[in-house]
């Protein structure tokens, strides 16, 4: 018996990618036969561990495949049509309407992506959402297989890194950095970020700065409309990273003074539990699966009101007791992370599929 | 610090902002208006395939062969170089099969709804006729 992970595409640092292979990992230690096949592989990862999608051969009645979906693409369809006890390892689709002002190819891939997603519901036989949020949009598209959540596997030891100092040295001066990490991308709403950041300096902080960390690749259009409205408000001291390596990442992270989220669809948000992980204290907009990541931890506001989001950035920054009370909740919220309890949660479910 | 606690905290904050009557208006961002979309998700959520399309709806523009070969290499090569053009194509052409496959699926669920409500009414009207003439 072996067990598969397949994917369409496998990046260094990219989310998906990195809860596949921390699950190759735990797989391996356990003693399972285990590889990765991938539609595309990126540079940088370790070949060794990875397989093309071609090289997938046959696949017994015995076989577990762990299917990756985040994204419209054909292997939706083909695993589905594959032999083998199918574990469907649902990430979320970003709904196709986000990107319609922007790009058509994006709105199409995430529709295309759902049409996946749909046809997959009677196909596989368990489903491993990395969220209560995306259990509940299986159950909602017709999913009768049983379905057990698995937080998505951070790698909390690459964290551990040394951050770039440059950055560390142009940015630690006792100015309030105020960040927000993901990439560019109308769910995340990066303007309502801005627009909160404007109400900020505008009547709480006039020094303070604005890091939005995170590549803009395809979203050309909207990453411009961005840098036009900053101009158009007249605000200094709003930074775009773009695409920028893991180093420069983590220096963010630790100049951060708040992270806020005003995101309007995430299936799970890692960059919250890594703003957990660097104890930044969390302003974020209470949506699809925000409120369970965050749990009881961070400021979590029920309405997009910018000044209100603004104001507690300003108490968080300037009330000190608040911030630790806030941090020391973060940081237990983390422990529901942890990489060994959700290895557990992983191994009881394959042992439960091979016992079947 | 619980969810309770931070509510509270946010309430006491209102106030405050309140008191101090801040503006809370921004320049709008511009697209409050075109991100209207016809629900796409429900369009999608139309039941299984029908069962005479289901065997052809999926054209794959990979290389099917799986052997190792100079052939298979070659194939591939062409396909990487055609496939920035190609697949999206095929794409488009597959989320075209499947709307087309869902939206034939969900009329014929119509129809046989309509078929069994049109027995049950002439069902219903015989059986009136029946009690009318007695």
Request: hydrophobic letters at 35%; proline letters at 3%.
């Amino acid at each position: 018996m072996r067990v598969i992970q397949m994917l369409p595409s496998i990046s260094y640092g990219d989310g998906v990618g990195n809860d596949c292979l921390a699950i190759h990992e735990f797989l391996t230690e356990a003693g399972c036969d285990t590889a990765i096949y991938a539609g595309h592989i990126g540079k940088g990862l370790n070949i060794k561990k990875i397989f093309p999608m071609e090289q997938v051969g046959a696949v017994e009645a015995d076989d577990i495949i762990i299917y990756h979906l985040s994204t419209g693409n054909n292997m939706n369809f083909q695993f589905g049509q594959m032999p083998g006890k199918k574990i469907l390892r649902y990430h979320n689709i970003t709904p196709g309407y986000f990107f319609r002002p922007y790009s058509t190819l994006y709105q199409k891939e995430c529709d295309y992506g759902r049409a996946g997603l749909r046809f997959l519901a009677d196909k596989v036989h368990y489903c491993m959402p990395a969220s209560d949020y995306n259990g509940k949009e299986l159950q909602e598209l017709g999913y009768r297989c049983p379905v057990s959540t698995v937080p998505i596997i951070i790698p909390f030891k690459d964290y551990d890194e040394k951050p770039d100092e440059e950055i560390l040295r142009k940015y630690d001066d006792g100015k309030t950095n105020v960040i927000f990490t993901g990439r560019i991308s109308p769910n995340k709403c990066q303007e309502d970020i801005i627009k909160t950041f404007y109400l900020y300096k505008k009547y709480f902080d006039t020094e303070a700065r604005l890091f939005l960390v995170g590549s803009s690749k395809g979203m050309d259009a909207y990453c411009d409309k961005l840098k036009d409205y900053v101009e158009k408000l007249e605000l200094s001291d709003v930074y775009f990273t773009g695409h920028i390596p893991f180093k420069q990442i983590l220096a963010y992270y630790k100049l951060a003074d708040a992270f806020v989220c005003m995101s309007e669809h995430e299936g799970f948000c890692i960059p919250l539990v890594e703003a957990m992980y660097f104890e930044v204290p969390i302003v974020a907009y209470n949506s699809s699966a925000i409120g369970e990541t965050l749990g009881k931890s961070g400021i979590l506001l029920n309405e997009k009101d910018y000044l209100l989001a603004a104001a507690c950035i300003d108490r968080l920054c300037s009330d000190e007791e608040l911030c630790k009370d806030v941090i020391a909740e973060e940081l237990l919220q983390l422990d529901k992370f942890s990489i060994k309890k959700t290895q557990r949660l992983l191994l009881d479910i394959i042992k439960k599929l091979t016992s079947e | 610090m619980s969810r309770a606690k931070t509510n509270q905290l946010i309430e006491q904050i209102k106030i405050e902002l309140n008191e101090k009557g801040y503006d809370n208006s921004v320049l709008g961002f511009g697209n409050d208006t075109d991100v209207g979309y016809e629900d796409e998700t429900a369009y999608f959520e139309i039941a299984a395939e029908l069962a005479a399309l289901r065997r052809n709806y999926y054209v794959n523009s990979g290389v099917r062969s799986a052997s190792l070969g100079i052939k298979w290499k070659i194939k591939k090569a062409i396909e990487k170089v055609v496939g920035l053009y190609v697949k999206p194509i095929v794409n488009d052409q597959n989320l075209y099969n499947i709307n087309l496959l869902q939206a034939l699926e969900k009329m014929s669920h119509i129809i046989e709804r309509q078929e069994s409500e049109i027995a049950q009414l002439r069902q219903k009207l015989s059986e009136a006729d029946e009690n009318k003439e007695i």
